[in-house]
């Protein structure tokens, strides 16, 4: 059971990641080619000719690069999904498998997604100071540690109440206690703003979105995707295929 | 309707627990660890931190950094 929830996590993951692609190849590729060119003609104004060619071609980055780094993170997290699912199935009150799959996928979107987007956005090529991209990364990292150890202890506040305070009360108290640890998060941690005044905000802002936009449809894909995969996984039924004929075929 | 399908006699049931946390452990360990170089190599590697020399791991997965999010520059 473990191996086909294992396995279909990374299959639907990869599929997540075809559909990410697909967006942010068409959305995201728009802002970012914008802010090269503004970086370009910045570079051009102030005398700095950069003649060396990439190593790797701006038509690569933009396609097969963005693909297969898409492909890596989908089908990773969707792996990994596949083995918390079998973790926590069963272990969360008395929710089934589409559910237990949004509930995990919604926590991963707000820790992986949502949580660094309120404090350390997402930039555009052009955006940014090398001297500070060390501390940013950590920063960014730690920033999501905090959200997922939030994120449990939520989960298990809401465990915990639920029989004494009633399951409506204690997801309000559990999401309270997010976004309560989530603030002094914010407070504790340093600001980083590299965005300069001449940088166009409304690429800024679209490339945000587009950011936006990558990370919500592979969590989307996984909840749904998954929490298919996975109920038909524990009613012992292949991924795909009719579910009157699929007692008679063998589980992937 | 009259004819059940093969789903819900399953559905019907409470969830049940798939693994126990010993048998799950490792491979939560391992997929862990690939999670993590899967991570670290389109989100970090060659920007704040190499392991290979020179940028075309950098490169090449530049894009898919910026628009997952990842700080790049």
């Given at each position: 059971m473990v191996r086909t929830l294992l396995v279909r996590g990374m299959l639907v993951g990869l599929v997540a990641g075809l559909l990410a692609f697909v967006w942010a190849y068409l959305v995201g590729e728009p802002p970012v080619k914008a802010a090269i060119a503004v970086e370009e003609a910045a570079a051009a104004a102030a005398g700095e000719v950069d003649s060396a060619p990439p190593e790797v071609s701006r038509d690569v980055q933009s396609t097969l690069g963005l693909l297969l780094g898409i492909l890596i993170f989908a089908t990773a997290v969707g792996g990994f999904l596949g083995l918390v699912f079998a973790m926590v199935y069963g272990r969360i009150?008395?929710?089934?498998a589409r559910a237990t799959a949004l509930v995990l996928c919604s926590a991963a979107f707000v820790c992986i997604a949502i949580v660094p987007l309120t404090k350390y956005p997402a930039n555009p090529p052009a955006v940014g100071s090398g001297d500070t991209i060390g501390e940013r990364t950590g920063w960014f990292f730690v920033l999501i540690v905090i959200a997922i150890v939030a994120a449990v202890a939520a989960g298990r506040t809401i465990r915990d109440l639920s029989p004494r305070w009633g399951v409506g009360n204690a997801v309000a108290a559990g999401l309270t206690l997010f976004v309560g640890l989530i603030i002094v998060a914010h407070l504790a941690l340093p600001n980083e703003n590299e965005v300069a005044?001449?940088?166009p905000p409304q690429i800024l802002w679209d490339f945000r979105l587009a950011n936006l936009g990558t990370q919500a449809i592979i969590w989307a894909a996984l909840a749904f995707g998954f929490g298919h995969a996975a109920e038909r996984a524990i009613a012992g039924q292949p991924l795909l295929g009719r579910r009157d004929r699929a007692t008679a075929t063998s589980p992937v | 309707m009259s004819t059940p399908t093969a789903i819900e006699p399953a559905a019907e049931r409470a969830p049940i627990p798939v693994a126990s946390p010993r048998e799950l452990l490792p491979y939560w360990i391992f997929a862990g660890i690939v999670l993590m170089f899967a991570i670290y190599f389109v989100g970090a590697e060659e920007g704040a931190t190499a392991v290979f020399s020179g940028s075309g791991v950098h490169e090449l997965v530049h894009d898919a950094r910026h628009l997952l999010g990842f700080p790049c520059h």
């Open positions: 009150g008395q929710l089934r005044p001449p940088f | -």
